[in-house]
């Protein structure tokens, strides 16, 4: 052979080492990212059986939350009702209460200490038509007037609650998400 044939076949046997080296470490880089591939499929797969089980802790926890909520909504709303039948009981008395205009104590005794209209005593001061002396058990016209202005207060106070809770349960109505 001759020195060019030589040089030919250096090169070529230089180009196919060349050649072989670089498509066996490609290989090999193939086989890496394959290895890691799995190790961070594995990865993947604990995180994502991690995350699974934090999600049904949270879950749990959110439905005990959402069951003792609902619970104290309905004992709320029970409380509530009541609270309006007191108020509506309470109101009809303080109607009944009244006498021309003022209050009077439901927890007085007519008669002077205790006398009976059968013991054949006189009237108490106040109860006959002109005399200007407070009849027994009516509260005075300045104590009739702060509470009733005390008793107005509270029933505006029960009325915006009573707007506020219709409120409330609008927007819970309207935002609530079917289960």
Request: hydrophobic fraction near 40%; charge should be negative.
């Given at each position: 052979?001759?020195?060019?044939?030589?040089?030919l076949a250096m090169v070529l046997l230089c180009a196919a080492l060349i050649a072989g080296y670089f498509g066996w470490q490609t290989h090999?880089?193939?086989?890496?990212?394959?290895?890691?591939?799995?190790?961070?499929?594995?990865?993947?797969?604990?995180?994502?059986?991690?995350?699974?089980?934090?999600?049904?802790?949270?879950?749990?926890?959110?439905?005990?939350?959402?069951?003792?909520?609902?619970?104290?909504?309905?004992?709320?709303?029970?409380?509530?009702?009541?609270?309006?039948?007191?108020?509506?009981?309470?109101?009809?008395?303080?109607?009944?209460?009244?006498?021309?205009?003022?209050?009077?104590?439901?927890?007085?005794?007519?008669?002077?200490?205790?006398?009976?209209?059968?013991?054949?005593?006189?009237?108490?001061?106040?109860?006959?038509?002109?005399?200007?002396?407070?009849?027994?058990?009516?509260?005075?016209?300045?104590?009739?007037?702060?509470?009733?202005?005390?008793?107005?207060?509270?029933?505006?106070?029960?009325?915006a609650y009573t707007a506020c809770r219709a409120w409330a349960v609008e927007v819970k109505d309207k935002t609530s998400v079917s289960e």
């Amino acid at each position: 052979m001759t020195l060019p044939y030589k040089i030919l076949a250096m090169v070529l046997l230089c180009a196919a080492l060349i050649a072989g080296y670089f498509g066996w470490q490609t290989h090999q880089r193939a086989i890496g990212a394959e290895e890691q591939r799995q190790v961070d499929d594995l990865a993947i797969q604990a995180q994502k059986n991690e995350a699974a089980r934090i999600l049904a802790t949270e879950t749990a926890k959110v439905m005990a939350t959402e069951k003792t909520l609902r619970a104290f909504v309905s004992a709320q709303e029970v409380q509530s009702v009541k609270d309006q039948r007191v108020a509506a009981d309470l109101g009809r008395k303080l109607r009944d209460a009244s006498v021309d205009g003022r209050l009077r104590d439901p927890f007085a005794r007519s008669g002077d200490c205790g006398a009976t209209p059968d013991s054949g005593t006189a009237a108490p001061p106040g109860d006959s038509p002109g005399d200007p002396t407070p009849a027994g058990g009516l509260f005075s016209a300045e104590a009739t007037q702060l509470l009733t202005d005390l008793t107005a207060e509270a029933d505006e106070m029960s009325n915006a609650y009573t707007a506020c809770r219709a409120w409330a349960v609008e927007v819970k109505d309207k935002t609530s998400v079917s289960e």
